[in-house]
C-alpha cells in the first residue's frame, strides 16, 4: 500500500497571503488529523476529519480550516499567513477501525512564511 | 531577538550497545500509546505501540514498557546502529484520533 501523501513538500508564501495543503491517506483509512510542528512547540494537533467532518479540534485560530472529501482526502487551508505560521505540516492517517488504531504520518509540506 | 525552543533532551550512545528513551505522559485515562522515530526532514515514522492493558511489548530490536502507576513509558532500543540517529517522541491517545505528543529526545548513535 502507497503511505500518506501530502502535496506540496514545501511552500513559501509572504504575510498575509492564504495556503492550501493537500493530503492524500493511506487507502482505505477514514481519519485525517493535521498537525503542526516547530522548533517552538513541538507536534501540535490542530484538528481531525472523518466522513467528510470535523471530529476533533486544537488550539488553533480560526484562521485555521481543513475540509474532507468523500474519498477521505483532506485539505487544510491557513488564511492571513504570519510569519508564525512556518512550520512542517504533517497529515497522519488512521483506519479508524478500532480505539486503538495506529496513526501513520506523510512527509510533510515545509511551510515556509515571509 | 532570541528565539525560544523546546529544549531537547539528547542521548549519545555508542554503535552496539542499548538505548533507553523515556517519556511521561499526562493522561492517566490514555490508554493507547505510540512510539515514534523521525529523521530530519521527513515525517514521524511508526516504531511500536502499546495498550494500556499491557506493560510490556516486544518487536524487532525495540521494547516498550509501560508503568501507569507513574505514567511512563520507555523505549529500548537493543544493539543501537547508526541508522538508529534521530528524534524519538512517545505519543499519547487522547480523543478520537487525536495524541498528544513528548517534546521528543534526539538520539545520537556514535560509530
Known amino acids: 500500500k502507497a503511505g500518506v501523501t501530502q502535496t506540496p513538500r514545501y511552500l513559501i508564501k509572504t504575510r498575509g497571503q492564504q495556503v492550501t495543503l493537500s493530503c492524500s491517506p493511506i487507502?482505505?483509512?477514514?481519519?485525517v488529523s493535521w498537525y503542526q510542528q516547530t522548533p517552538g512547540q513541538g507536534l501540535q494537533f490542530l484538528f481531525e476529519?472523518?466522513?467528510?467532518?470535523?471530529?476533533n479540534k486544537g488550539n488553533f485560530p480560526g484562521r485555521f480550516s481543513g475540509r474532507q472529501f468523500s474519498n477521505s482526502r483532506s485539505e487544510m487551508n491557513v488564511s492571513t499567513l504570519e510569519l508564525g505560521d512556518s512550520a512542517l505540516y504533517l497529515c497522519?492517517?488512521?483506519?479508524?477501525?478500532?480505539?486503538?488504531?495506529?496513526?501513520?504520518f506523510g512527509p510533510g509540506t515545509r511551510l515556509t512564511v515571509l | 531577538g532570541e528565539s525560544v525552543g523546546l529544549h531537547l533532551p539528547t542521548l549519545s550512545v555508542q554503535e552496539g550497545d542499548n538505548s533507553i528513551i523515556n517519556c511521561a505522559y499526562s493522561?492517566?485515562?490514555?490508554?493507547?500509546f505510540i512510539w515514534y522515530k523521525q529523521e530530519s526532514g521527513k515525517g514521524p515514522q511508526f516504531i511500536i505501540d502499546?495498550?494500556?492493558?499491557?506493560d510490556k511489548r516486544q518487536g524487532q530490536r525495540v521494547t516498550v514498557l509501560l508503568n501507569k502507576t507513574v505514567k511512563h513509558l520507555s523505549l529500548q532500543i537493543a544493539a543501537t546502529q547508526p541508522g538508529d540517529s534521530a528524534v524519538y517522541f512517545c505519543a499519547e491517545k487522547i480523543a478520537g484520533n487525536q495524541f498528544y505528543f513528548g517534546t521528543g529526545t534526539s538520539l545520537t548513535v556514535i560509530p
Open positions: 487507502s482505505g483509512h477514514r481519519s
Open positions: 502499546i495498550r494500556s492493558n499491557m
Open positions: 476529519y472523518f466522513s467528510e467532518t470535523q471530529r
Open positions: 497522519a492517517s488512521t483506519p479508524d477501525s478500532s480505539s486503538t488504531d495506529t496513526q501513520y
Open positions: 493522561n492517566s485515562a490514555s490508554d493507547y
